[in-house]
Every structure is written in C-alpha cells, then in structure tokens.
C-alpha cells in the first residue's frame, strides 16, 4: 500500500492551468505503476491518467491533450500538469496505484481543484 500526499491543487478560471505534485513513500516506487484520480462532488472517483513504471502513459479522453502525467523515480514524485481546465475538472483530485478502481485501496486526503466559469 502506497502512502501519498498530494499537492498543488486550488481555485482557477476555466482556461487555466494547475501542476498537481504526489509524494509517494511505502512501495518500491520506481516498480510501481502510479495514476491520477478524481472525484466530483456527487460523482464516483474516476481514474484521470496513469503512468506505468516504464514511463508509458494512458488518459481518459476528456482529458487527453489537457493534461500531461509525469514521474522522476528519483524524487519518489508523480505530476499532473493541467492545461485548458474547465469546470468540469472540478474535484478532489487524488494519487495512488494504478490498479486502485479495480481493486481497492486507502486513499489519501487529496487536493482540492476548483475551476470557475
């Protein structure tokens, strides 16, 4: 089980841009394939992107071109940097494994991303 603290989140207009940062600590991070989740207000937590341990990525495609998923394994560090943001992006925005929908984690606290119109 992975333990991350997330960071970077805030209140934007539509338009702007936001650079979500996680620490993560508790794995072998460098073998462990990270993403980025989010849930709206009376939505389900939904998988944003995801980043495997060999650099790949994948993004759900109300976000792709938007948004850009990063890692430096040195730093134990994975960044969603986001483009283009409209309110619809609005949620707690959280970090974990990849695999974290389909087989249940903890999750953490998360960061609050609020985009006005």
């Known amino acids: 089980q992975v333990q991350v603290v997330e960071s970077g989140g805030g209140l934007v207009q539509s338009g702007g841009s936001l650079r979500l940062s996680c620490e993560a600590s508790?794995?072998?991070?460098?073998?462990?394939?990270m993403g980025w989740f989010r849930q709206a207000p009376g939505n389900e937590r939904e998988l944003v992107a995801v980043i495997s341990s060999d650099g790949s990525t994948m993004y759900r495609s109300s976000v792709e071109g938007r948004f850009t998923i990063s890692r430096v394994n040195a730093n134990n560090t994975v960044t969603l940097q986001m483009n283009s943001l409209n309110p619809e992006d609005t949620g707690v925005y959280y970090c974990?494994?990849?695999?974290?929908?389909?087989?249940?984690?903890?999750w953490g606290q998360g960061t609050q991303v609020t985009v006005s119109s």
């Open positions: 974990n494994e990849d695999t974290c929908l389909a087989k249940g984690c903890d």
């Open positions: 508790g794995v072998i991070f460098s073998n462990t394939d």
